[in-house]
Nanobody, 120 residues
Framework: QVQLVESGGGLVQDGGSLRLSCAASGRTFSSYVMGWFRQAPGKEREFVAAIRRNALTTYYVDSVKGRFTISRDNAKNTVYLQMNSLKPEDTAVYYC?????????????WGQGTQVTVSS
């Protein structure tokens, strides 16, 4: 069992930055591919970024490449999402997820989500 708790969301102006954190409980954190997803009002949840267990390989949706950076600290059981040059279209609830494989599996665990709002 893995419990995920996100933090770091908030209100920021267009062009601003935020850093999301996701703290995981359980001793199996390092065995999971960790990812971030987001869901905007009236839209389906979409993949944002993922990072493999070794923290060396990352994946991003095209719309955030060059602006967002995913990282993880296996010693602290934490995954991060640094978001720079934020745009109003980045406004969404952001969810942390733990996946046994990527991209061939759905997440086993989800966090409760943290709201990110970018004002124009």
């Amino acid at each position: 069992q893995v419990q995920l708790v996100e933090s770091g969301g908030g209100l920021v102006q267009d062009g601003g930055s935020l850093r999301l954190s996701c703290a995981a409980s359980g001793r199996t954190f390092s065995s999971y591919v960790m990812g971030w997803f987001r869901q905007a009002p009236g839209k389906e949840r979409e993949f944002v970024a993922a990072i493999r267990r070794n923290a060396l390989t990352t994946y991003y949706v095209d719309s955030v490449k060059g602006r967002f950076t995913i990282s993880r600290d296996n010693a602290k059981n934490t995954v991060y999402l640094q978001m720079n040059s934020l745009k109003p279209e980045d406004t969404a609830v952001y969810y942390c997820a733990a996946m046994p494989r990527f991209p061939s599996s759905s997440p086993d665990y989800w966090g409760q989500g943290t709201q990110v709002t970018v004002s124009s």
